[in-house]
Antibody
Framework: EVQLVESGGGLVQPGGSLRLSCAASGFTVSGNFMSWVRQAPGKGLEWVSV???????DYAESVKGRFTISRDNSRNTLYLQMTSLRAEDTAVYYC???????????????????WGQGTMVTVSS | SYELTQPPSVSVSPGQTASITCSGD??????ACWYQQKPGQSPVLVIH???KRPSGIPERFSGSNSGNTATLTITGTQAVDEADYYCQAWDGSNYVFGTGTKVTVL
């Protein structure tokens, strides 16, 4: 079954750090564009970061220099290392797979066809 | 930074057609996609690559994209379609989400 399962969320103080994990099954993270997307309580969706199949990484301006996306191909797992956390980082964090990659190539980026269930991150003292 | 603008809300009667617009500079030059999100659930991709429906998405969902506007159309809207809808595109270095539209089926 194709799925993503996030973990690692929780309560952290402002200025603190947290690492989120996203375990993939049914496909390889290394062969796809993999992203983190967040949603603050009662708010809309906000893209956070992507790691392309070739290893290139991109970040939203709001997290650049504070968050780092990475992947472990042997564990088929995506990570988001978050440092210098702020109250405005409070959100449900989802990992998501871009639909544009096949076993041969990627035409995208396009949209996200597979989403995890989300993990809640709360930044508060 | 690139922005995508949607109407905050759309109301539709059961069986009628709902159209949700998404506006952005030269959006027609990019791939647009659409998500449905119900309370407490993860988003679901309903349209990608402007017009394509993923497997399992009903035929009543369709998309178009030209000029500065992408449109999601729900034909024969059902009560189960009541949800928040978001458009999204890639601007070359970022995925950008629209502001979101709440669809109410009256």
């Amino acid at each position: 079954e194709v799925q993503l399962v996030e973990s690692g969320g929780g309560l952290v103080q402002p200025g603190g750090s947290l690492r989120l994990s996203c375990a993939a099954s049914g496909f390889t993270v290394s062969g796809n564009f993999m992203s983190w997307v967040r949603q603050a309580p009662g708010k809309g969706l906000e893209w956070v970061s992507v790691i392309h199949s070739g290893g290139r990484t991109d970040y939203a301006e709001s997290v650049k220099g504070r968050f780092t996306i990475s992947r472990d191909n042997s564990r088929n797992t995506l990570y988001l290392q978050m440092t210098s956390l702020r109250a405005e980082d409070t959100a449900v964090y989802y990992c998501a797979r871009d639909v544009s990659c096949s076993s041969i190539s990627c035409y995208g980026p396009d949209g996200f066809d597979i989403w995890g269930q989300g993990t809640m991150v709360t930044v508060s003292s | 930074s690139y922005e995508l603008t949607q109407p905050p809300s759309v109301s539709v009667s059961p069986g009628q057609t709902a159209s949700i617009t998404c506006s952005g500079d030269k959006l027609g030059d990019k791939y647009a996609c659409w998500y449905q999100q119900k309370p407490g659930q993860s988003p679901v991709l309903v349209i990608h690559q402007d017009t394509k429906r993923p497997s399992g998405i009903p035929e009543r969902f369709s998309g178009s994209n030209s000029g500065n506007t992408a449109t999601l159309t729900i034909t024969g809207t059902q009560a189960v379609d009541e949800a928040d809808y978001y458009c999204q595109a890639w601007d070359g270095s970022n995925y950008v989400f629209g502001t979101g539209t709440k669809v109410t089926v009256l």
